[in-house]
């Protein structure tokens, strides 16, 4: 009886050490995960528009496969911070949208994979016809801020001084002051789509979302 | 090579203790991980409303370990509820489970938020592919009658702003975000109002 039962409660004690580790480190594991698609989803694009401007026009794809070509400012900015601290405007979503679980049809992201190891961020958004929000998730998964434009701060749109935890510096006028739990997360933009007539007019506004180092 | 027979009429020695305690571990991390995905899958939110699941503290800096890894698994980068409200659900009104097979109707009335949308979702948590590339119907885009009340059709066939397709076959699941909740919203969302998903008939 004895030799059965000792096997047993090892088996229950590190299944339930299994279980509480795996629980605490999913979040953390998936945020990974999404940061990193994001980033490489954007490097790449960002290579494939630089690597065009000089390379053969000849094959240059139609007008709305042109027109989808990441900024060639953008691109390069991607570049330049690897990915890291750039407002990235996803194209409109649709069942190839597969880069974050549950995407909606109905909103326009544009996203920005931060850390703030060199120190705060200024991210903004236009004021939308329809609807904007930013709103900032740490490390964990744990949604720490969320504003939008629909109240009359929000007719300006939406700014938003992201600092690591601890950091003092005052926040520049205009901008909403928060401190980030952790030195890396998301920052995300949410554009209302309410009418697909609507999309260019909001296409232009997502890609005015800002994530920019404060120096 | 020769060691296992040997092993098994031998005295309980060195090789057998390590072999005993590598099966303790492996069964005890199985069993451990197997337990984890039992209790995300176990349910889709601590509150209920008809066939909708949602909590209240998705997103938020207090929710449980429990809430945050079913988040991370089921919808990353929700907002808390100050912003959004979201209900998912995977059963109808009598609690079959959605059938790709089946047609349904989902009914009833502006859920008391500034905005809300019903999106369908394959069970990997991703839109499903269709020709009409139609994957929501939303408060900006349904037909509401003189009395506010709103009827989708959710059928892998159909036409019109009040359709919702769905796939020939196989489990899908939907999910209603209630954007800027109102106050009835947020203090009880296990008794508000919300859609309805009857099913109608299957083939």
Same mark, same amino acid.
């Given at each position: 009886?004895?030799?059965?039962?000792?096997?047993?409660?090892?088996?229950?004690?590190?299944?339930?050490?299994?279980?509480?580790?795996?629980?605490?480190?999913?979040?953390?594991?998936?945020?990974?995960?999404?940061?990193?698609?994001?980033?490489?989803?954007?490097?790449?694009?960002?290579?494939?528009?630089?690597?065009?401007?000089?390379?053969?026009?000849?094959?240059?794809?139609?007008?709305?496969?042109?027109?989808?070509?990441?900024?060639?400012?953008?691109?390069?900015?991607?570049?330049?911070?690897?990915?890291?601290?750039?407002?990235?405007?996803?194209?409109?979503?649709?069942?190839?949208?597969?880069?974050?679980?549950?995407?909606?049809?109905?909103?326009?992201?544009?996203?920005?994979?931060?850390?703030?190891?060199?120190?705060?961020?200024?991210?903004?958004?236009?004021?939308?016809?329809?609807?904007?929000?930013?709103?900032?998730?740490?490390?964990?998964?744990?949604?720490?801020?969320?504003?939008?434009?629909?109240?009359?701060?929000?007719?300006?749109?939406?700014?938003?001084?992201?600092?690591?935890?601890?950091?003092?510096?005052?926040?520049?006028?205009?901008?909403?002051?928060?401190?980030?739990?952790?030195?890396?997360?998301?920052?995300?933009?949410?554009?209302?789509?309410?009418?697909?007539?609507?999309?260019?007019?909001?296409?232009?506004?997502?890609?005015?979302?800002?994530?920019?180092?404060?120096? | 090579?020769?060691?296992?027979?040997?092993? =098994?009429?031998? &005295?309980?020695? /060195?090789? !057998?203790?390590?072999?005993?305690? +590598?099966?303790?571990?492996?069964?005890?991390? @199985?069993?451990?991980?197997?337990?984890?995905?039992?209790?995300?899958?176990?349910?889709?939110?601590?509150?209920?409303?008809?066939?909708?699941?949602?909590?209240?503290?998705?997103?938020?800096? =207090?929710?449980? &370990?429990?809430? /945050?890894? !079913?988040?991370?698994?089921?919808? +990353?980068?929700?907002?808390?509820?100050?912003? @959004?409200?979201?209900?998912?659900?995977?059963?109808?009104?009598?609690?079959?489970?959605?059938?790709?097979?089946?047609?349904?109707?989902?009914?009833?009335?502006?859920?008391?938020?500034?905005?809300?949308?019903?999106?369908?979702?394959?069970?990997?948590?991703?839109?499903?592919?269709?020709?009409?590339?139609?994957?929501?119907?939303?408060?900006?885009?349904?037909?509401?009658?003189?009395?506010?009340?709103?009827?989708?059709?959710?059928?892998?066939?159909?036409?019109?702003?009040?359709?919702?397709?769905?796939?020939?076959?196989?489990?899908?699941?939907?999910?209603?975000?209630?954007?800027?909740?109102?106050?009835?919203?947020?203090?009880?969302?296990?008794?508000?109002?919300?859609?309805?998903?009857?099913?109608?008939?299957?083939?």
């Amino acid at each position: 009886m004895r030799s059965l039962l000792r096997p047993l409660v090892a088996v229950l004690a590190i299944a339930a050490a299994t279980w509480l580790v795996a629980l605490h480190a999913l979040p953390l594991f998936l945020m990974r995960i999404a940061t990193s698609r994001i980033r490489s989803g954007a490097l790449a694009e960002a290579r494939a528009a630089t690597g065009a401007n000089g390379g053969a026009t000849g094959s240059t794809p139609s007008g709305a496969s042109a027109d989808r070509r990441m900024d060639p400012g953008l691109a390069a900015r991607v570049l330049e911070r690897d990915g890291w601290n750039v407002a990235l405007p996803a194209p409109p979503t649709t069942s190839d949208s597969r880069t974050i679980v549950r995407p909606s049809p109905d909103l326009l992201y544009a996203a920005c994979v931060y850390d703030l190891a060199a120190g705060p961020l200024i991210v903004r958004a236009p004021h939308a016809p329809t609807y904007v929000s930013l709103s900032a998730f740490a490390e964990n998964t744990d949604n720490f801020f969320a504003a939008n434009d629909r109240g009359p701060e929000g007719a300006d749109g939406l700014a938003l001084f992201l600092v690591p935890a601890g950091d003092a510096t005052p926040a520049p006028a205009g901008t909403t002051r928060v401190e980030s739990p952790s030195l890396r997360g998301i920052v995300l933009a949410r554009f209302r789509v309410d009418h697909p007539d609507r999309l260019p007019e909001l296409v232009a506004l997502q890609r005015r979302v800002t994530c920019d180092p404060v120096r | 090579m020769a060691r296992t027979p040997h092993a =098994a009429t031998a &005295p309980p020695g /060195r090789p !057998r203790s390590i072999l005993r305690t +590598l099966a303790t571990v492996v069964l005890g991390i @199985a069993l451990g991980l197997g337990l984890l995905r039992a209790s995300l899958r176990a349910t889709a939110g601590s509150v209920r409303n008809g066939p909708w699941q949602t909590d209240l503290d998705i997103g938020s800096t =207090a929710a449980g &370990p429990l809430t /945050r890894a !079913r988040i991370a698994v089921g919808g +990353l980068l929700a907002l808390r509820n100050t912003e @959004a409200i979201y209900f998912h659900a995977d059963a109808d009104a009598e609690g079959r489970p959605l059938d790709g097979r089946c047609d349904y109707r989902v009914e009833g009335r502006d859920p008391g938020s500034a905005w809300w949308s019903v999106t369908l979702y394959d069970d990997t948590g991703y839109l499903l592919r269709n020709q009409a590339n139609r994957w929501s119907v939303s408060r900006s885009t349904v037909t509401r009658g003189a009395d506010g009340n709103f009827s989708v059709r959710v059928s892998p066939s159909g036409e019109g702003p009040d359709w919702l397709p769905s796939p020939a076959s196989g489990p899908f699941n939907l999910t209603l975000r209630c954007y800027e909740p109102g106050e009835a919203l947020r203090a009880d969302p296990g008794s508000v109002d919300l859609p309805r998903i009857v099913r109608e008939g299957c083939r």
